[in-house]
Every structure is written in C-alpha cells, then in structure tokens.
C-alpha cells in the first residue's frame, strides 16, 4: 500500500471511540435495561452482561490489544507482552458474555444457537481463541524459528484483521438484533433507548474502522517485527 501515515494520533481517537461505547453500553443496560446480574429471578439481567461483556470485554479491550503495537512507545518486547496479555483478556471477558447468554436462554428455556448472530459469534470466539494459541506458540513461548516467525507474521496480521472486522460487524449485528426484539415487544422506534443503541452500534463500527486505520499506519518507534505494508 502506498499511503503512509502516523498511526498515532489515530489510536487518540480510538481511545475516546472506545471510552464512549462503553459508557453508552453500559448506560443502556444499567439504566434502560435495569442491570446486570449472574444469578436473578430476573433472567433479563443475565442477558444484560451478554452486550456489556461482549463490547467492552471482548471488542474494545481486543481493538487495544491490537492496536497497542501503534499506541505506546515501548521495546518490541514489552508490546508483545501487553498485546497478548490483553487479548487474552478479551477473549476471556468474549467467553463469559458468550456463557451469560447461554445461561440467559438455558433459564429461560429459549433454545441456543438459532440466530445468524449466534453461529458467527461462536466461530469467531474459536478461532480467536486459535489465532492467540498459535500467535503464543509462535511469537512468545518456546517461539518458532526466525524463518517461521517471519512468514507467519504477515498471515498473523490478515487472518487478526479478519477475525476483528467480522466481529466488529456480529456486534453490530447483535444490536440490531436485541433491538428488534425491544421493538416487537413495545419500545418507541424513534425513542431514547432505540437512539442509544443505535449510536452505540455505529460507535463500534467507528472504533473498529480506527483500529483498522491504526493498524495500516506507521508504530510510533520501528523495530525489526513491525510490517509497514500488508
Ligand atoms: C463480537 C461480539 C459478540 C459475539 C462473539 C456474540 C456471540 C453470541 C453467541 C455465541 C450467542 C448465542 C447464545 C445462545 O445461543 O445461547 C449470542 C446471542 C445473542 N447475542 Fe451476541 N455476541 C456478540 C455481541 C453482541 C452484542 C454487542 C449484542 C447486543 C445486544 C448481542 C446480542 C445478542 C442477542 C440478542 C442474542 C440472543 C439471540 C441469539 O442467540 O441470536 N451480541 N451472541
């Protein structure tokens, strides 16, 4: 690719994208939705963890695991450590709001894995969950080869911003999909709390199209695993 540019300044604006998508989801569930619970005779408050977990857990914690190459200014070494850190945290936070949904539908007898949604998210949780297997193995312990490392590096980068466009967009899915069923069961179309979601949604979209960016841009100090073009 031939445009160059600073990644920096990009991942400022993730890092406020971020901030407000997950105040605007939490606010939307705490508020509108009536809180978040793991045991409740209110199964609604279980469901509730689902979107709190699954944005801020496991796509914006995820976005800055990835775009932390190009956020900090710190030894190669010390980035791989807080990238794969952080992406097992979100994966982790991804498989308990997976788990809190199930728990939702188990209670209340609402049968699982029926949605487009649902399908797609299970399989980017796998193969996440394979991407950071391999990802460990490879770049951090016992680490392949130098040759290994450099022909995996590119694949690592595409099949990564792969998985995260499509989990940005299943997110956005999940939302509208939550919606509708808010809808069809008496919320205003053009009211507060359908406005709240929906700019939650299309602040996700924003926050995935700036890791993007930010991936595609220059990291603040070069070093012999950084890739300027894809
Ligand atoms: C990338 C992030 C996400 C992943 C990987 C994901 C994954 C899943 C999975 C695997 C299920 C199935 C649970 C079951 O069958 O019992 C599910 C259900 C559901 N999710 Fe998500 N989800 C994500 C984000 C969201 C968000 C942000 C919302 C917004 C409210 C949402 C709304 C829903 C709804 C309404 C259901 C129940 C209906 C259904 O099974 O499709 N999801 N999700």
């Known amino acids: 690719m031939a445009i160059e540019f600073r990644a920096l300044p990009l991942t ?3 890092h406020v994208l971020a901030i407000a998508g997950a105040i605007m989801v939490l606010v939307w569930n705490l ?7 793991w045991d409740s005779a209110n199964k609604n408050l279980i469901f509730n963890l689902h979107p709190v977990l699954m944005l801020i857990g496991f796509i914006i914690i995820g976005g800055e695991a990835i775009i932390s190459y190009k956020s900090l200014s710190l030894k190669k070494e010390v980035k791989k450590v807080i990238h794969l850190v952080l992406h097992a945290i979100a994966i982790i936070l991804g498989c ?15 049968a699982n ?3 487009l949604h649902s399908w797609l998210g ?3 949780i796998s193969l996440y969950g394979i991407q950071w297997i391999y990802g460990f193995i490879v770049f951090f312990y016992p ?14 980068v595409l099949f990564g911003i792969f ?32 406005l709240l979601v929906n700019f939650t ?17 220059q990291a603040p100090v070069e070093d012999d695993d950084s890739y300027t073009a894809i």
Do not use: Q
Not at 31 to 37: C, E, T
Not at 166 to 187: H, P, R
């Open 143 to 156: 680490k392949g080869s130098p040759t290994l490392r450099s022909e995996s590096l590119p694949w690592h």
């Open 96 to 110: 308990v709001g997976i788990a809190a949904a199930f728990k939702n539908h188990n209670e209340s007898h609402i």
């Open 163 to 194: 998985l995260y466009v499509l989990a940005v967009g299943n997110a956005a899915l999940g939302f509208l999909e939550k919606l509708t069923f808010l809808e069809s069961s008496g919320i205003a179309k053009y009211g507060p709390e359908a």
């Open 12 to 14: 400022f604006v993730a």
């Open 201 to 217: 949604a299309v602040i996700t979209v924003l926050y995935g199209a700036f890791v993007m960016l930010s991936v595609l841009g």
């Open 31 to 37: 508020y509108y939705r009536g809180g978040l619970a």
């Open 122 to 124: 299970i399989t980017i």
């Open 113 to 115: 894995l029926y949605s």
